[in-house]
């Protein structure tokens, strides 16, 4: 009696491999059947790796085979194993209520981005969106200093049965930020995923209510805590600061590659140049290019991204900062135009956004080398 595939399938049906569900035809774990007169070989693919799985479907299979006929067979059975990689769980979900959220960076430090981050909420305010600002720089946060509110605490609210945190609120602007929960006189030593769990309670624990803007202002470079938000997140867009020297663009160019990863892809939504020259009050006419010149508005030419504009380096940011004042507050002065003007452009960069592409995604970590997107 002749043997034919088909014949050796439909016994194979009746096989299910330890810990799966299905036969091995209906799991397509049977990849090969070759028949060379008396001889059988069957090659099939498991996903159990232990050596008693592999022994117990040979076993089965060689029984299953030589039962279809009386004629003895040569059965050779080459089990595999293919383990299906278990996708990491995403930590985190879109937060209802809040319908764009900027991630504004820097590759350096002392480039100015919590100023930049602060007086960009102040005017969109202005312009009449609800904003909030997570303060997620966790080692050094600033954001409850530049908005008066450092003796703040954070009050419990109840949310639909739930406790949750109620952001402080400084000239129409939510915050939230480590700093309300530390002692300004100690140093904030975490590792990484303890700075990670308090954000995602910052975020997901927080009443944040209705906002068309959540901006996150970030640490400076390219760390733990920027790889949890992307993770935790569905960031709309990003925003990089720089200064306009060599030194603050190479980091700023690593910050818009981190974002421009494959595996990350958050649109990176353009540059801002900060301390991007000095003009003396005496002197109203004149610029001083300290940093350099133009060299956030090359390196977004470099980069293809929108150069959003840049900001002067003048005195009353740092003492608007210093007293909880954004500068962006006071009426008809050039920083407040500067302001506006670099606003608008990240709004009009948004809206190109979300009209030629799809939501962004949250991150799902596979391996310790990469990422992929959900």
């Not at 030629?356 to 970590?365: D, Q």
């Amino acid at each position: 009696m002749s043997i034919q595939k088909n014949d050796i399938k439909k016994a194979l049906e009746t096989i299910t491999a330890p810990g799966e569900g299905k036969s091995l035809i209906e799991s397509n774990a049977v990849k090969n059947i070759v028949i060379f007169d008396t001889e059988v070989v069957v090659d099939v693919t498991i996903s159990n790796p232990s050596l008693q799985a592999k022994k117990k479907v040979e076993a089965e299979i060689k029984k299953a085979v030589q039962q279809i006929t009386e004629t003895p067979l040569t059965i050779k059975v080459n089990v595999s194993v293919e383990v299906p990689q278990k996708e990491t769980e995403i930590k985190g979900k879109e937060i209802p209520g809040i319908k764009n959220i900027i991630a504004v960076a820097s590759g350096k430090g002392g480039v100015g981005k919590s100023t930049i981050t602060s007086n960009l909420a102040v005017t969109l305010s202005k312009m009449g969106f609800s904003v909030g600002i997570l303060d997620a720089d966790v080692y050094g946060p600033s954001t409850h200093i530049m908005f008066d509110v450092e003796r703040e605490k954070p009050i419990s609210v109840n949310v639909d049965g739930r406790s949750k945190m109620k952001p402080i609120e400084s000239y129409g602007i939510k915050i939230l930020s480590l700093g309300f929960f530390t002692n300004p006189d100690q140093a904030v030593i975490w590792r990484g995923p303890m700075a990670s769990k308090a954000l995602n309670q910052m975020i997901f624990d927080a009443a944040w209510g209705e906002l068309d803007f959540l901006l996150i202002d970030l640490p400076p470079g390219t760390g733990d805590v920027h790889l949890s938000i992307v993770q935790a997140l569905p960031i709309t867009g990003s925003v990089i600061v720089s200064t306009p020297q060599n030194i603050a663009l190479a980091d700023a160019k690593k910050g818009v590659a981190m974002f421009q990863q494959e595996s990350i892809n958050v649109p990176v939504l353009g540059i801002i140049e900060n301390m991007s020259y000095f003009t003396p009050a005496e002197l109203p006419d004149n610029k001083y290019y300290i940093f350099g010149q133009s060299g956030a508005k090359n390196l977004a030419e470099d980069l293809n991204t929108a150069f959003l504009g840049e900001v002067p380096l003048v005195q009353s940011i740092r003492e608007g900062g210093d007293v909880g004042h954004p500068v962006a507050l006071q009426e008809n002065t050039p920083l407040e135009k500067a302001f506006s003007e670099i606003t608008k452009n990240v709004v009009s960069e948004l809206l190109k956004r979300n009209k030629n592409l799809p939501p962004t995604e949250v991150v799902r970590i596979t391996t310790m080398s990469g990422c992929s997107t959900k």
